[in-house]
């Protein structure tokens, strides 16, 4: 284990499960923390929100990343939404990896916990909400090129 | 997974074809993995419409911010959302636009953007403000700040200027959802030039032995 490694799980009310990673992530860390983040996506499908707090990261190898990958392919088949906090642009590229590969429609990072804990109590999944926007954004240029 | 899930002979010729048309435009090969997710992602029809509203995308926010600034300002949304593809992509082709305009060398490259993605926002805010304080880049150290903050929600778009910014950043948004394959394992040396200017191969010649020479006179002061 390296040496700052932290993990931790709390769930500061029923409708929230925060799984909180620190240091650097190997697939060795990954292995002796993901049964016990097993136990808590088997535990009530559908019922609460999974927040991976991330901010503490500083580096993922692709072991580590690949073992997330798996258990958000596992969250996904229990349609609960996932969101992922991390405040190292990096880290923020690797829970999109993790996000986009594993298929989790209603899984999405964020940069600060305040994002993320809005996104959770929204019904959107992550696409529908990326397409939303962009019409949006197809609205917002058809009214420029009209006003040119 | 979506990398697992394997292309139609229809997709697997829009990629060919997207591939060729990406070398024609640009003059480099680009990796197929990501062309190959876009139309995964997508779909043929989906992939072709993002197309449209990209060059309709890209016309407004030149008119607005000017050509080479807008490949810096989408460069740094992608750095924000991780992805090194578009990130080191966007701030090269930045950089070589504006080698080709006035002989500068652009503080903002993906050498010098590289080691911000494993840095702190608040780290990566200092580290962009202090690239960009030269004189000539006013406009672009504020909008890069504006940016940021509107990515962090720390800055609610009220201006016309603010607004744009965060249409880039909901723009890349839908980018990098499909380009994050490849950008996850980008380096800079491996950047690749997103629009023409990559056909000019002199340009791209004169731009890496200016840097060489910028790098050189760095080590010396060190």
């Not at chain 1, 040496?3 to 500061?12: K, L």
């Not at chain 2, 591939?19 to 072709?48: D, Q, W």
Request: glycine residues 8%; hydrophobic residues 40%; charged residues 25%.
């Amino acid at each position: 284990m390296t040496a700052d490694f932290s993990f931790e799980i709390t769930s500061p009310d029923e409708s929230l499960v925060t799984i909180s990673l620190g240091g650097d992530l190997t697939s060795g860390e990954l292995e002796r923390v993901e049964s016990d983040v097993r136990k808590v996506i088997d535990r009530e499908d559908g019922k609460f929100g999974v927040l991976w707090d991330l901010r503490g990261v500083r580096r993922c190898d692709i072991g580590a990343r690949r073992a997330m990958q798996k258990l958000q392919s596992e969250i996904a088949s229990k349609q609960v939404r996932s969101a992922y906090v991390a405040s190292r642009p990096r880290i923020r590229g690797v829970a999109l990896w993790i996000v986009h590969t594993s298929g989790d429609k209603l899984a999405r990072p964020f940069a600060n916990h305040e994002q993320a804990t809005d996104w959770l109590d929204t019904s959107r999944g992550r696409i529908e909400e990326i397409i939303h926007r962009a019409k949006e954004i197809v609205s917002f240029v058809g009214g420029k090129g009209a006003r040119q | 997974m979506t990398e697992d899930k394997p292309l139609s002979a229809s997709e697997r010729f829009t990629v060919g074809l997207i591939l060729k048309l990406n070398t024609m435009v640009t003059g480099e090969l680009h990796p197929a993995h990501t062309a190959e997710e876009f139309v995964r992602v997508m779909g043929v029809r989906g992939f072709f419409r993002y197309l449209g509203f990209l060059n309709k995308f890209n016309k407004m926010m030149h008119d607005a911010f000017g050509p080479a600034n807008t490949q810096t300002l989408v460069g740094l949304a992608a750095l924000m959302a991780g992805c090194g593809y578009c990130g080191y992509g966007h701030t090269l082709t930045g950089a070589l636009m504006t080698f080709k305009a006035n002989g500068q060398l652009h503080p903002v490259h993906p050498f010098s953007i590289s080691q911000l993605f494993e840095l702190e926002d608040h780290e990566v805010i200092e580290k962009l403000d202090e690239l960009l304080a030269q004189p000539g880049y006013e406009d672009l150290r504020r909008q890069t700040s504006h940016m940021y903050a509107i990515f962090l929600g720390d800055l609610e778009p009220e201006t016309e200027e603010d607004k744009l910014l965060k249409a880039i950043l909901d723009f890349w948004r839908w980018t990098v959802e499909c380009t994050i394959v490849e950008g996850i394992n980008m380096t800079p040396e491996n950047a690749r030039i997103m629009n023409e200017i990559g056909r000019d191969k002199t340009l791209r010649t004169r731009y890496e032995a200016a840097r060489a020479v910028e790098r050189d006179a760095a080590t010396l002061l060190h």
